[in-house]
């Protein structure tokens, strides 16, 4: 058993107190209240030991001996919810051994009746520092792993986009408002949801509005739900707790910019129909495809709600201002689009790589990644005919766009069965019959695909 040591009153010390004798149980609870613990006690085992969580941030104090689940008990169904919750067992002088056995299991320490209450404030007070020692050590690793997803998430090396990476590290934990401005395909929403889940709000909702796509008629509905019979909460209250990212938020029509701003300035919003007002707690980013200075500048935006929505201001680059990254970039959603579509990776040459630089990318990283996965299905087509067949395609019908692909399907499928019709209606779980016609409809001699 460790020795005693005078220590600082605890401060905020969660403890949970199991026993079954009332007096005993409310004596240490009068001491720990003392020392400004925060304690929760229990008499029956099992009703404490369901207060419990993995992330239960505090000490568990319990009696050794006690009718139904006992002490033991009490440990082992903590540890199996996390092993790393200290377990303070208190015990009458011929339990010693029993607890000596518990301290084996993974107890943190045990205190023999009768005791003095400055030795158990000791042993609450180091078990509790290890316990934030514990959780602050996770929390960090969970910190890593999601920094780990930002560099997933933004792939690039040039200079403008490590800017970005390193911006959402600096500001990601701030609770502040922050505007992202890029040219649509950029990555704005990408960004948003790393800024999401890099900060302190990552285990609550993230809810993205196109404001582009709000309809006239039902816009304040849309934005800030609705009451009475048809009552429903809009997605400023769904997000609660966690993030609203506005997408193209130039878009929003001036009698709702009056609105948002008041949501933003008072922390609360009323449904429509509603006579009273909810409190709110989110973090606001926001989207647009321009500086919204200019917008303010022509009178389509207003000032203030601008200053509101700009505490930072992060503008994202073009693909074509991105040096390699594009070729990059290329090569990662080539290869995440063979695993989506089980295709072979195709060989990427010189003439490819000439031109991914040299294409204008005007959808930036979007046109991109659809270019990648047409290059993984089309398999015979280089990049330079895939971006062909993207532009040719634009003004083309539903129809004649199923049409192509259907061919370019069929075509792979004789290629990879050196031209047989038999293997390659297997390969594509057609019956024979209904591949010859498709066959016929798309002009495809069979004879070119043999080797």
Not at 136 to 161: F, H, T, Y
Not at 162 to 190: C, H, M, S, W
Request: hydrophobic share 40%; charged share 25%.
């Amino acid at each position: 058993m460790t020795q005693q040591h005078a220590q600082p009153p605890l401060m905020n010390v969660n403890v949970i107190l199991v026993d079954d004798e009332r007096a005993m149980r409310e004596s240490i609870a009068q001491w720990l209240t003392l020392a400004d613990c925060s304690i929760t006690t229990f008499s029956d085992s099992a009703e404490a030991v369901s207060h419990v969580t993995p992330d239960f941030p505090g000490v568990v104090v319990t009696d050794l001996k006690m009718p139904g689940i006992d002490g033991l008990g009490v440990l082992e169904s903590v540890m199996a919810i996390d092993p790393d919750i200290p377990v303070v067992l208190i015990t009458g002088h011929g339990d010693v051994n029993s607890a000596v056995d518990a301290m084996r299991q993974g107890a943190y320490d045990f205190i023999e009746k009768p005791f003095e209450p400055e030795r158990l404030l000791s042993t609450i007070h180091r078990a509790s520092e290890k316990r934030d020692l514990v959780l602050q050590n996770r929390a960090l690793r969970q910190q890593a792993v999601r920094s780990n997803s930002l560099e997933e998430s933004l792939i690039g090396e040039c200079p403008a986009l490590r800017q970005i990476r390193a911006d959402i590290k600096q500001f990601a934990a701030i609770d502040i408002n922050i505007l992202l401005v890029g040219e649509t395909g950029t990555g704005k929403e990408v960004v948003a949801r790393c800024l999401h889940n890099l900060s302190s709000r990552h285990e609550k909702p993230f809810n993205a509005i196109d404001c582009g796509a709000l309809s006239a008629e039902r816009i304040e509905r849309d934005l800030f739900g609705e009451a009475g019979s048809r009552s429903s909460p809009g997605p400023f209250e769904l997000a609660q707790g966690g993030t609203v990212f506005l997408d193209e938020v130039t878009n929003m029509p001036p009698d709702q910019q009056i609105k948002l701003l008041r949501v933003l300035e008072q922390r609360e919003v009323q449904r429509v129909g509603a006579s009273e007002a909810n409190t709110l707690d989110i973090r606001l980013l926001s989207a647009a495809n321009s500086t919204l200075s200019d917008v303010v500048a022509n009178g389509h935006f207003r000032k203030d709600l601008y200053f509101r929505l700009n505490t930072i201001e992060m503008t994202l680059p073009p693909l074509r201002h991105r040096d390699d990254d594009g070729v990059l970039l290329f090569q990662v959603f080539t290869k995440k689009a063979c695993q989506l579509y089980q295709r072979e990776l195709p060989d990427i040459t010189a003439q490819d790589i000439t031109a991914i630089r040299t294409h204008a990318w005007p959808g930036n990283v979007r046109e991109l990644k659809n270019a990648a996965e047409r290059f993984v299905l089309y398999q015979t087509m280089r990049v330079q005919e895939v971006l062909h067949v993207t532009d040719t395609t634009v003004n083309r019908t539903l129809s004649d766009q199923v049409h192509a692909f259907e061919k370019s399907i069929i075509e792979y499928a004789l290629t990879q069965c050196n031209g047989s019709i038999s293997h390659a209606a297997e390969y594509l779980r057609v019956p024979r019959r209904t591949l010859n016609d498709k066959l016929q409809r798309h002009g495809i001699d069979r004879d070119e695909f043999i080797r």
